[in-house]
């Protein structure tokens, strides 16, 4: 061990998290800027392959969130461990004031440089955002099973419309061929027209029709709806994700970059406010 910088150059830390934050600062800057489709083609429907993939979408957020929580966990726990397991090969004996017990600080008690070393990098991980990280990817997970659960909504009501279509369109040619009547065309049957010559015993279909109508009306209004929920919740919570992961990166790389300080200093500079470090009293 040559010193606080020589043992952060050589273990590439910086270097990683410079890449990492440069990457995510790239990615954060892309989705703010994308540009996405505002209204719905009339003609666009919602296929199983659209569910399957939003499922999908669903399960590799909910598995990046484990391996990130786990990933963050195992560095903070291998700190803690190395950390603690010097701090035991220190002779110390706490210092009481009136005020109270005096914060420990290898520094003050003239440890080598290593436990110095990590003993911040102990207390920078204390600050480093990862559990917001993690909560955020949560919430893009749920935010997309929404999405799954109303693509699904979307089915059931294409479904019942369809459905109810095909049932007008049995029940016209029954009555037609009962009255023998020919049956109106599917333009006419759409805009409600139909042969002045089916009389009172077609009544019931007229009303049944305005039913198929209502029910087609409401299924692409929710289509709509869908649209613009998927739209609006991918381009927030991914917005907020890439966000995340950028000032994780920056204070991150912010933190190992004041670990690089020499352990002779009174005391490490200090990022925007969001990172601090033990400091000699």
């Known amino acids: 061990m040559h010193g606080r910088k020589s043992f952060m150059r050589k273990s590439r830390f910086i270097r990683m998290w410079r890449v ?12 703010s800027e994308a540009k996405f489709q505002g209204r719905l083609a009339a003609s666009v429907t919602l296929s199983e392959s659209h569910r399957k993939a939003t499922r999908q979408l669903e399960n590799e957020l909910r598995n990046w969130q484990m391996c990130f929580r786990n990933w963050s966990e195992a560095q903070k726990a291998y700190v803690q461990a190395l950390n603690g397991w010097l701090l035991k090969c220190l002779h110390y004996e706490p210092e009481t004031t009136p005020d109270g017990i005096v914060p420990f600080s290898p520094r003050r008690v003239g440890a080598p440089p290593v436990f110095i070393i990590c003993n911040d990098w102990f207390h920078a991980f204390e600050r480093i955002p990862a559990s917001v990280v993690v909560e955020t990817i949560g919430k893009f997970a749920a935010e997309v099973s929404e999405v799954w659960n109303r693509q699904d909504e ?9 459905m109810l279509a095909r049932d007008l369109e049995r029940r016209v040619k029954e009555e037609s061929k009962l ?11 759409e805009s409600g027209t139909g042969q002045s010559g089916i009389g009172s015993e077609l009544k019931s279909i007229d009303s049944f029709r305005r039913q198929v109508e209502q029910e087609n009306t409401k299924h692409r209004e929710f289509l709509q709806e869908t649209h613009d929920f998927t739209l609006n919740s991918l381009r927030t919570s991914l917005k907020n994700v890439f966000e995340q992961i950028t000032q994780f990166t920056a204070i991150s790389l912010k933190s190992y970059e004041e670990l690089s300080v020499q352990p002779g200093s009174q005391s490490l500079p200090q990022g925007n406010g969001e990172i601090s470090y033990i400091k000699d009293t």
Do not use: N, Y
């Open 20 to 31: 990492m934050f440069d990457c995510h600062r790239i990615q954060s800057r892309i989705i």
């Open 179 to 189: 009255h023998g009547i020919q049956p109106p065309s599917d333009k006419k049957l």
């Open 154 to 162: 979307e089915h059931h009501k294409r479904r019942r419309a369809e």
